[in-house]
């Protein structure tokens, strides 16, 4: 069977996370339902990573087997036509050898955490920001985020649901930077791995962000590292300012667009 890969952007707000789930509108069962329109059967496709109820996607990457040899560009059109008028888009779409896979080829998964600024409630940017009320310190932040980086076991920054097998994971990068955009200024948080643990992101900016307004010293962050009890992590923070940006791998299948 022919296999493809698709780049998907979506918005997390009206779902329950990725992974089809009984009775829950989901971003896999959505496109799966898509997939059903144009060949009327069972569909079930991979993902490179699974996110959470509320999280976002800018380059999702996922695969899927088809019974008919498929233009990438008309099979990425005609779903896009199907999905409406739910939040999720097919931005690309490739042809990949049937060895290929979403998940395991994978070597880096990146994402995308952004805190807005300002006192004033959200309105444009809802469900698509953390909002905080005081400005943060971006370069305490990034000093205690330092600690982070590399091979580590991440106990403390890890979901106690996590199915991880190991706590042991590699950070490869965590950059914090200001970005002053037409809302108000924003904190964001560039996160890149081969692999996280549930809630790892998430429980990582959420401590940051203590530290950034002062309620945390940067010394703090690698003691709780250190600790490895989850008890000394921050607050976890709310899903809608997370994005998986990007997948990366070592033969993209959409290099050539």
Known sequence: ???????????????????????????????????????????????????????HGLAQV????????????????????????????????????????????????RYLFRILMRRAPVTHLRDLVWRVNQPLDIAAMQAAADHLIGKHDFTTFRSSICQAQSPVKTLDRLDVTQVDGPHGPEAHFDVRARSFLHNQVRSFVGTLERVGAGSRDVQSVADALASRDRATCGPVCPPGGLYLAGVGYEDDPFSAD
């Not at 040899?69 to 999720?88: C, G, M, Q, T, Y």
Request: hydrophobic content about 40%.
């Open 1 to 55: 069977m022919p296999r493809y890969a698709l780049k998907i952007e979506y918005h997390g707000g009206p779902f329950a996370g990725w992974q089809r789930q009984v009775a829950q509108s989901t971003v896999q069962g959505a496109i799966e339902a898509a997939l059903a329109r144009l060949e009327p059967r069972d569909h079930s496709i991979v993902a490179a990573g699974r996110t959470d109820t509320g999280v």
């Open 62 to 109: 996922a695969h899927c087997d088809m019974e008919k040899d498929w233009d990438p560009f008309r099979l990425s059109e005609a779903l896009n036509h199907h999905l409406k008028p739910a939040p999720v888009a097919i931005l690309d779409c490739a042809r990949v050898s049937e060895d290929w896979h979403a998940r395991f080829s994978a070597r880096e998964r």
